[in-house]
């Protein structure tokens, strides 16, 4: 079946630090793949997503690209800012009668230092 | 309204009773999801809509939960004979319904079973 595995939290950077956070996948077949964030308080966002091998999906400066011979997406980002403190969902999406079926990974939790 | 409301944004209820979850998706969406969101996990999925009927209500976890949306639009999550394990935030999400677009999720309803 399809699953997502993405790296353990919690993560905790200081501001400006470079970012990683893992995800592989388990599909059959050719999922689209996606990061949301859920900032405290607030409800889930799509961040970014990749809808094919190689792609690459990008938003406020964080990027993931697609690999499907690793089957990963990782998560990365520059500079990160304490403004970007949240819990980051990779999740892929299995197609099925007209719309999507999201399967999610557990969730990284990542806390920005001043 | 802009985006996917859920109600109640909190509910506490006692062991065995039963409960009711409202969702207002999205005017115009005609595909709706709802999740279910354990403590420090990711969601995950329990029954999906295309209109009306329910095209995919394989995550429901067993028969005390149900799932309606009698005019393709609001949808109501039934619980009935509440357990301590339904606690959990319950996710609405709706999209276009075309393949490769964006779930607009709510806030969530935070359960609380005592």
């Known amino acids: 079946g399809n699953s997502v595995t993405q790296m353990e939290g919690p993560v905790t950077l200081s501001e400006e630090a470079f970012l990683t956070i893992n995800c592989t996948y388990t599909a059959t077949g050719y999922p689209s793949l996606f990061w949301y964030v859920q900032y405290p308080g607030e409800g889930l966002q799509l961040l970014l997503k990749?809808?094919?091998?190689?792609d690459k999906g990008s938003n406020k400066g964080f990027e993931a690209t697609y690999r499907k011979e690793t089957t990963s997406f990782h998560l990365e980002k520059g500079s990160v800012q304490v403004s970007d403190s949240a819990v980051y969902f990779c999740?892929?999406?299995?197609?099925?009668?007209?719309?999507?079926?999201?399967?999610f990974g557990q969730g990284t939790r990542l806390t920005i230092n001043p | 309204g802009a985006g996917v409301s859920q109600t109640p944004s909190n509910k506490v209820t006692e062991k065995g009773k039963y409960v009711e979850l409202r969702c207002d998706p999205i005017?115009?969406?005609?595909?709706l999801y709802w999740y279910r969101q354990s403590l420090g996990q990711g969601p995950e999925f329990l029954i999906y809509?295309?209109?009306?009927?329910?095209?995919?209500d394989s995550g429901l976890p067993n028969d005390r939960f149900f799932a309606v949306r009698p005019e393709g639009s609001v949808s109501t999550l039934k619980i009935q004979r509440t357990e301590r394990g339904d606690s959990a935030v319950y996710l609405c999400a709706s999209s276009p319904g075309h393949s490769n677009t964006e779930a607009f999720f709510g806030q969530g309803t935070r359960l609380t079973v005592v």
């Open positions: 999740a892929l999406s299995a197609y099925f009668q007209g719309a999507q079926k999201l399967v």
């Open positions: 809509f295309q209109g009306t009927g329910a095209a995919d």
């Open positions: 005017s115009g969406h005609t595909a």
């Open positions: 990749a809808t094919k091998a190689d």
